[in-house]
């Protein structure tokens, strides 16, 4: 069965410091990878995916990951935080490759306390 | 344009009682998810309808929940005899394909 692990439930950082909230998923099989974020009282809103083709990939708000097949990973990277992206991360993976239904397979999300 | 909406925002009821909550998808997308999130459980797959096919109904909790989609658009998840542990936000996503979920804002359903 699928798996994702946020390695970190919280990451406090200052304003215009990096960050990389860090993803594991486990999968024998190809996979979709998305980072979602969650600010208070809200939906989800896509930050960015991996589908195929290049595994840098580029998302909103100054956003990226990299997908690394080797360590079944894809870590979120931002090189200057700013106090809005303070929020809950979500890192999903898709059973498209298995069941060809795209549920998606959650962690258990990473909140990112951004500090002046 | 529009994005996904689920109503009612908020729900509280009481025990024992049934409960509907509903999902209007973006339009054309013929896919559509139920999702749960719980402080306890984390975010945890529902249900999830494409187009006519049979849906799959592999993440529902218990047999009290229950959902549809009529005409290929709007959808309804129900909870009867609601309990305690029901009390969560329950999220609706939907997609063209399958690939790419654009979810709505959810339902916070509290049961007393």
Known sequence: AQSVTQLD?????????????????????????????QYPNQGLQLLLKYLSGSTLVKGINGFEAEF?????SF?????????????????????????????????????????? | GAGVSQSPSN???????????????????????????????GLEFLIYFQGNSAPDKS?????????????????????QRTQQEDSAVYLCASSRQTDTQYFGPGTRLTVL
């Open chain 1, 9 to 37: 439930s919280q990451v406090p950082v200052f304003e215009e410091a990096p960050v990389e909230l860090r993803c594991n998923y486990s999968s024998s099989v190809s996979v979709y990878l998305f980072w979602y974020v």
């Open chain 1, 68 to 72: 690394n097949k080797s360590q079944t």
């Open chain 1, 75 to 116: 870590h979120l990277r931002k090189p200057s935080v700013h106090i809005s992206d303070t929020a809950e991360y979500f890192c999903a993976v898709s059973d498209f490759g298995s069941s060809n239904t795209g549920k998606l397979i959650f962690g258990q999300g990473t909140t990112l306390q951004v500090k002046p």
């Open chain 2, 11 to 41: 729900k509280v009821t009481e025990k024992g009682k049934d409960v509907e909550l509903r999902c209007d998808p973006i339009s054309g997308h013929t896919a559509l998810y139920w999702y749960r999130q719980s402080l306890g459980q």
């Open chain 2, 59 to 79: 993440g529902l909790p218990s047999d009290r929940f229950s959902a549809e989609r009529t005409g290929g658009s709007v959808s309804t998840l129900t909870i």
